[in-house]
């Protein structure tokens, strides 16, 4: 039996996703991130953006753009989103209706990313006006993705989590720390004090653990400083082993290696992961010893997301193990 079935029985699998959430917002960006990703495969997600890549009065011909190219051939991976314009914004109702009005991109597009929410009744509203327009091109449902960068976000995290269509959660740093009105430092919405601020600490430590409780993906903020890429490799690494975070924004494509290498599981923890689910698997799941240690479903559970993540990320799994994700 997959681990898959054998393992989660009585709850549902959580959602795994690519570690690295690339945004562009330019067709220039655009075509360039996306020829990345036909290169080195659907290791990364894409995500287009609208809320900040269209220049105002242009936003009807940036949509269009962007909804042409979601449903062509050269989208090999339908790997792609979109963040839209927020809900009260002029062009939300416009940006979904052009992203949703031919099958070709409603059925290729990955996820829509709805920033700037301020309730759980903003995301439901959102989605029933989604879901309206997606099931008219033969789709039932899209994958949302909330961006949390407001205290009122944060405050329904949890209900945020909990809905079915949610699949990811990400922090937006910058407007929640400027949310605060000069409360919070400038100097919290980059390293080092965004991990040792308490307001942002906490800010962050909730949306992860809302995410982990209801199988969500949680995405962390983005690092501003794109020439260095070990400060990205820093932030993601503290962000995946300090704070959980299983997924990451880039913003320029050199931060796309730094933050899969910083989230990908280490080639050792993926050769014990194998051989003891290889086992485990032998054994029908039951008890095993392994170098006098006793290993059951519930560390199961834990082996195999490390490789699940291991191959999300493009690692290459020891001989035998790929039938296990």
Known sequence: MHPSQALFEDQLAPIFLPACDHYAGSEKLMLKSLNLQNDLGPIFDITFDCEDGAAIGNELAHIQMLASLIGSD??????????????????????????????????KLAYIVLPKINSVEEVNAAIDHINQLSLAQGRAQIPIHVLIETQAALA?????????????????????????????????MRSPAQFTHPLVTRAKLEISAAC????????????????????????????????????????????IKPILKAMAPRSAEINEASAILLAAQANQW??????????????????????????????????????LV
């Open 212 to 255: 982990h409780l209801h199988g969500k993906v949680p995405s962390h903020s983005v690092t501003t400083d794109f020439k260095d890429p070990s400060v990205t490799l820093s932030d993601a690494t503290r962000a995946n082993q300090e704070f959980a975070y299983t997924r990451m924004w880039s913003i320029h494509p050199s931060q």
């Open 74 to 107: 050269d989208n090999q991976f339908n790997r792609i989103g979109v963040r839209v314009h927020h809900s009260q914004h002029p062009s939300f109702q416009q940006d979904l209706q052009e992203l949703l009005r031919t099958e070709a991109t409603c059925k």
């Open 156 to 188: 329904q995290v949890q209900s945020l989590a909990a809905n079915p269509q949610v699949e990811c959660l990400s922090f937006g740093i910058m407007d929640f720390v400027s949310s605060h009105w000069g409360a919070i430092p400038a100097s919290a």
């Open 286 to 323: 039951g008890p095993i010893e392994m170098h006098g240690r006793l290993h059951d479903r519930a560390s199961y559970r834990y082996y195999w997301t490390v490789l699940k993540k291991a191959s999300i990320s493009g690692v290459n799994l020891p001989e035998g193990a790929q039938c």
